[in-house]
C-alpha cells in the first residue's frame, strides 16, 4: 500500500525498494527522493556537510508524518523514522516501526 499506491500519489514514483529487517522492522527506501533533489551538491565536507543532514532530516519529518499517518488511518500504529545520508542525497530510507496493540500485550503475558 506504502510503496506502491501513496508513493506514487505523493511523489509521482514508486519507492524504490521495501525490505525488512531482522526485528520486523519495514524499510521504504528510495534512491532518488524528490523532496531532497535540491540537497546534492558536489564534493561537501565539515561544517556544511552538516548543516546538509540537518536541513534534509527536517524535509524527511513531515513525509515520516505522512507515513505513519497514513498507516494509522488504515489501522496500523507504527513509528516511522527517516535515515539520510548526505553522500549518497538525493537517496533516503524509511524504517517502519510496527507497535504492538495492548491487546497484543495482554494476550501474551
Known amino acids: 500500500f506504502i510503496c506502491k499506491e501513496l508513493w506514487s500519489i505523493l511523489f509521482q514514483r514508486p519507492a524504490s525498494r521495501l525490505q525488512t529487517d531482522r526485528r520486523g522492522n519495514y524499510i521504504i527506501q528510495d ?4 523532496w531532497l533533489e535540491q540537497f546534492s551538491p558536489p564534493g561537501v565536507d565539515g561544517d556544511l ?5 540537518e ?8 513525509p515520516s508524518g505522512i507515513i505513519r499517518g497514513a498507516l494509522l488511518a488504515v489501522g496500523v500504529d507504527c513509528a516511522v523514522s ?4 548526505v553522500a549518497s542525497l538525493p537517496a533516503c530510507s524509511f524504517t517502519v516501526a510496527l507497535k ?10
Open 82 to 85: 527517516a535515515e539520510v545520508s
Open 55 to 62: 536541513l534534509a532530516m527536517l524535509h524527511l519529518a513531515f
Open 31 to 34: 534512491s532518488a527522493f524528490r
Open 49 to 53: 556537510s552538516t548543516e546538509i543532514y
Open 100 to 109: 504492538e496493540s495492548p491487546m497484543e500485550c495482554t494476550e501474551s503475558v
